[in-house]
C-alpha cells in the first residue's frame, strides 16, 4: 500500500519568505509527527497530532513554526519568515495511535534549503 | 530532559566482521527503546525495538538488549553485509511512551568493504 508521502522533495526559499510542506499520511493512521534532521542537531522532534489535535507543541523551535492536521489526515508544517537556520531535511510520520507500541512510518523528507 | 547518546561515526567494517554500536539513554518513566536504518536515498525505518528492560530486539540478524541497570540499548550483528551499509539512529519514546513520540541519538554512519 501507499505510504507517507511529502511534497514537496526540495525546496529552496529565500531568507524571509514563508513556507508550507505538506504531508500525507498512511490512511487510517492517526497519528502524525513531524521531525527535523539537521547536520548541527541531528534529529528533533517538532510536534505530534492525534486525529486533528496537536497536545504536544513544545518541540517547535520558534512562533514562526506552525502546523495543523484537517480532515485526521494531511498535515502542514508552515515556517514563516524564514532564517538560514531552518535549512533541514523535514520528516513526517504517522502511525496507528499515539502510544509507543505503534511504529511509526516514515515518509521521504522535505529538504528545505535557506539562501 | 529525556535523551539518547550514540557512538559518533563513521564506523568501517571488513564484510563478516562483528558489529556493535553503542547506545545508553537517559529517561524518566520507562519509555520503550528503537533501533531506526536509514539506507542510502531512503527514507527512515524501524530496524528493532524492545518495550520493556531485558526485553531483546532482532531483525536481520541485528539484536539489542534493553538493559536498564546500565541504561544502555547497544546494536550488534555477528556478521556485517555490505548491504548493512547505513546510517543508525537509536531512539526512545518520549514522555515515558505516553505519545510516542521519538528522541534520537545523533545517528551512526555504518560503511562495510567487500
Known amino acids: 500500500g501507499a505510504g507517507v508521502s511529502q511534497s514537496p522533495s526540495n525546496k529552496v526559499t529565500e531568507k524571509g519568505k514563508d513556507v508550507e510542506l505538506r504531508c500525507d499520511p498512511i490512511s487510517g493512521h492517526t497519528a502524525l509527527y513531524w521531525y527535523r534532521q539537521s547536520l548541527g542537531q541531528g534529529l528533533e522532534f517538532l510536534i505530534y497530532f492525534q486525529g486533528n489535535s496537536a497536545p504536544d507543541k513544545s518541540g517547535l523551535p520558534s512562533d514562526r513554526f506552525s502546523a495543523e492536521r484537517t480532515g485526521g489526515s494531511v498535515s502542514t508544517l508552515t515556517i514563516q519568515r524564514t532564517q538560514q537556520e531552518d535549512s533541514a531535511v523535514y520528516l513526517c510520520?504517522?502511525?496507528?495511535?499515539?502510544?509507543?507500541?505503534?511504529?511509526?512510518?516514515f515518509g521521504p523528507g522535505t529538504r528545505l534549503t535557506v539562501t | 530532559g529525556d535523551s539518547v547518546t550514540q557512538m559518533e561515526g563513521p564506523v568501517t567494517l571488513s564484510e563478516e566482521a562483528f558489529l556493535t554500536i553503542n547506545c545508553t539513554y537517559t529517561?524518566?518513566?520507562?519509555?520503550?527503546l528503537f533501533w531506526y536504518v536509514q539506507y542510502p536515498g531512503e527514507g527512515l525505518q524501524l530496524l528493532l525495538k524492545?518495550?520493556?528492560?531485558?526485553d531483546k530486539g532482532s531483525n536481520k540478524g541485528f539484536e539489542a538488549t534493553y538493559r536498564k541497570e546500565t541504561t544502555s540499548f547497544h546494536l550488534e550483528k555477528g556478521s556485517v553485509q555490505v548491504s548493512d551499509s547505513a546510517v543508525y539512529f537509536c531512539a526512545l519514546s518520549g514522555y515515558g511512551g505516553s505519545q510516542g513520540n521519538l528522541i534520537f541519538g545523533k545517528g551512526t554512519k555504518l560503511s562495510v568493504k567487500p
Open positions: 524492545a518495550t520493556k528492560a531485558d
Open positions: 529517561a524518566t518513566g520507562y519509555p520503550s
Open positions: 510520520a504517522s502511525s496507528l495511535g499515539s502510544i509507543d507500541s505503534y511504529e511509526q512510518y
